[in-house]
């Protein structure tokens, strides 16, 4: 079982390698990874209890931060509750804090939006629309006299979460007072050993540096007993040996910029994760019945009537039974011009309502549904770490035991060649100061987590780092023709009879053999035809057809498919489709579908982007796949193609490139899919696919490809950013450390790069 936590206000890159330390010890535990980029902990564990919570506290505890211990997936939420009835209130206002905090904002929205649905009523709007304003407003009256519906619920709820928010915001501004406070005794001590001298400015600067550091001292020092040598340790022993060699202003100097510094940080990294944060948020918490009444989202099964007031989110995938209104759908494919929704239409989990009130029929409970599936695919992308994200938290494990040693030697060497014991010491100290590695262990993750999250803005999920790895460095692309270049609206073109059968028997058959197919042939097929079909089993073999056994034994597919079963083809041999009924042949169709509007505009945009070599893979013939090569402005087109045939021809395209984009859709393309370097998944259809993808074009479009390699090049730009110009700052500060030391000068270098770094990949995500 898998357990997710938040630590809210984490930001310190060696702490959290503790915290996994200590939470890898446990006996139930037999993995942790902390993601630095979203904060938060996923913890594998079999059998846990309540005490793993109290573990995982009492590790960020011992790192000496004030960090909050949030449970944030459903099985931690449950294993928190199950510390008891007693306890059960107050782990339950912290365990719900985030979805408090938005349910607040949107029950704050909904009662706007429900006085304009009382406006629209008086202004005239239509009969269905009047009928629900009234019973809105009824439930208002009821509440006045005194009724407990569920629209007082409601109500209750709101002040409710508002109460959270607001005991939410107290704490934020307790924990700002305390800095402020102890910044104020620091600063007032340090300027009072300024203006005095002896013992009394001595002691008044020692003052100033533990009320600016007692905490980073104090856990440097468990730290020194526990072997870890973090950023605390260097920073106390940095203070604690300057005050050794009477710079005691110095010592002050440091622990006061240091604990600025890590201020700064945390609100940076905090402010950079939360926009970040945000565009996982696209799922609402509750869902309305159709009598108005609100229940939480995950209580919603499959076929229950509900419905979505003016400028509310779609809690779950759905069609709309009634109403009439446009729907924003931004936020699940990136295209930004509302779609007009009336009866009949699809609706996506995420969408946002626009002025009209609709009424839908749930399609799938909210787990499953489209919102949830991105969610997950954004938060699971964390885990998919590319190379250079591996490599810095490799690099961060011996970058500090190796700057300890050279510190070390800076010290020691130069005195036993006869140099000054207290100035080399101090060079030794400057150079200690400046060498923590936060600036890489975070800007990194977050670099890569914020390329994925601004690619997630315009509709396309990339799955991980290393996928953007690969995207940035590709140079060739291949695509599948039906559903990928063009729009997949297949459509039967021509019938061709045989052996006596009519056209309606061998579209009744045809529909038969099909009907569970989810291939755009089959859908062709079976919209062609409202003649009734048998029951039987189907047996579908990818790349070649369906074979169903019934009344009849029916056999649709390709020529390969009928002339492997012996099957006299006659002169229908140029069929796309043939069709068999007990071993005869019935007849044939032709299909014709049209380009995406997009495919030309897609194919000379990525040419202009370096895509040397572009490419189109399908199992269609001669004929059709050369139109679509010709009306998209490709090269290369390789037909009649099996999926293993498309595997061979990637395979054969990567020899000789940096790497090989694949674009497809349907179970037909997952083999090619994962044979790619980058697979590129249309839409959120085929769980297959998907499965099979390392990135989702979610508003099955081309358009946004050209994007996502845009945002992946740009995104390793600012990784490589990110990596140099922390090693340059800080090489200089070491070896000005040597020629001219100054210690609270390196602290300040050292917090400037890691907000520059911070800040740089946060831009990503504007």
Sequence with gaps: MIYEYSLDGFHCAACGEKVVREIK??????????NMATGRILITAENADASLMTALKKAVRSTGHGVTVRAYNAAAKRLCLGQGAGTESSVQKDIDQRDNTHEADEHRDNEHEHKRGDQVHEEGAHDHHNHNAHDHRHDHNAHDEGAHDDHDDHNHDHNHDHNHDHDHNHDHNTKISAFIIRLFIAVSLFVGGIFTSGEVSAALFILSAAAAGYDTIFSGIKGLFRLDIDEEFLMSAAAIAACFIGEFAEAALVLMLNFIGQKVEATAAKRSRSSISRLTEIRPDTARLKDGTIISADEVEKGMELVVYPYERIAVDGEVTGGVSSVDAS????????????????????????EGRLFMRANAPAESSTAARIIRLVEESAAAKGSSERMITRFAKIYTPAVMLLCLCVAIIPVLLGGNGAVWLYKALSILVAACPCALVISVPLAFFAGIGAASKKGILIKGGKFIERLAVCDTAAFDKT?????GSLKIDRIYTANGFSESELLAAAKTAELTSSHPIAKAICAATDLSTDDGEYNEIAGEGVIFSGKRRIVCGSKRLLEDMGIDLKNLADCQVLVAIDGILAGGFTFTDNMRSDAADVIRKLTALGIKNITLLTGDNEKNALAAAKSGNIENVYFNLLPED???????????????????DGINDAPVLAASDVGFAMGLGSDAAIGAADAILTGNSLFTLPDAIKICRKTMKTVRFNIVFPLIIKAAVMISALIYPIMWLAVVADVAVMLVTVINAARLIK
């Design 25 to 34: 010890r446990l006996d139930c535990v037999t993995d942790a990874e902390l």
């Design 483 to 487: 559903g990928t270049v063009t729009d």
């Design 331 to 354: 936020a699940i494919t990136g295209e930004s011009m509302p779609i007009s929704a009336r009866e009949g239409t699809k609706l996506l989990s995420g969408m946002l309502n626009g």
């Design 646 to 664: 498309k595997v061979t021809h990637v395979t054969r395209l990567k020899d000789g490139s940096s790497g090989v984009i694949f674009v497809g």
